[in-house]
């Protein structure tokens, strides 16, 4: 059964920057055509999709975010990392990792399973 | 704004059938799969609907979806007051080097 598990600071001072980790269990991120992605949900907004990494180091970030973002993987540790640079309140959130799929015909997909718990992660002096 | 677009609400009774479209455009929906997930608050997400059409294992059968063109809809049968949730429509979306957009969020009511 593959488990994923967000790990951080929990509170992040604006300016900033945010640094997540997402431990994998039962899969390893260097192995298998999937999608180690990072998705979003503000207080009270519905959920955004910040990027991912595939296996072979390829990355994608949501356009909106991209200039702010890098997402790495450790295959020795099993776990992928998003760092968020100059962030603001607008940064508050749940965030969630999933593993995402990549379909060799279709390519990448909108397809997440399973989920992480999910860590709250606040913005604020 | 979201890139798919969804109501922000709808309801039902028991019993009844509801349905939840999404709306969307030639550089996502057309020519990717558009995926379903139900999102009950303090817990993540979950895969309702996978492939535009296909119930994961473990979705009762009274979920259902079609996409058709630049839009597809997500139809709940036989309402349950346990299927309150918000429910998200996503898709791959072309443009822009690709990236992944979701919809809106509509939050379903059972009365």
């Known amino acids: 059964q593959v488990q994923l598990q967000e790990s951080g600071p929990g509170l992040v001072k604006p300016a900033e920057t945010l640094a997540l980790i997402c431990s994998v269990s039962?899969?390893?991120?260097?192995?298998?055509?999937?999608?180690w992605t990072w998705i979003r949900q503000s207080p009270g907004e519905g959920l955004e999709w910040i990027g991912h990494i595939h296996h072979s180091g390829t990355v994608y970030y949501n356009p909106s975010l991209a200039s702010r973002l890098v997402i790495s993987s450790d295959a020795s540790r099993n776990q992928f990392s998003l760092r968020m640079t100059s962030v603001t309140a607008a940064d508050t959130a749940i965030y969630y990792c999933?593993?995402?799929?990549?379909?060799?015909?279709?390519?990448?997909?909108?397809?997440?399973?399973?989920w992480g718990q999910g860590i709250r992660i606040s913005v604020s002096s | 704004q979201s890139v798919l677009s969804q109501p922000p609400s709808v309801s039902g009774t028991p019993g009844q059938r509801v349905t939840i479209s999404c709306s969307g455009s030639?550089?996502?929906?057309?020519?990717?799969?558009l995926f379903w997930y139900q999102k009950v608050p303090g817990s993540a997400p979950k895969l309702l609907i996978s492939?535009?059409?296909q119930r994961p294992s473990g979705v009762p059968d009274r979920f259902s979806a079609s996409k058709s063109g630049t839009s597809g809809s997500l139809a709940i049968s036989r309402l349950r007051s346990e299927d309150e949730a918000d429910y998200y429509c996503?898709?791959?979306?072309?443009?822009?080097?690709?990236?992944?957009?979701f919809g809106g969020g509509t939050k379903l009511t059972v009365l």
């Open positions: 492939r535009n059409n």
């Open positions: 039962g899969d390893a991120v260097h192995r298998g055509d999937y999608a």
């Open positions: 996503a898709s791959w979306d072309d443009s822009l080097s690709g990236h992944v957009v």
């Open positions: 999933a593993r995402g799929h990549f379909d060799t015909v279709t390519g990448y997909s909108a397809w997440f399973d399973p």
């Open positions: 030639s550089s996502n929906i057309v020519g990717n799969f």
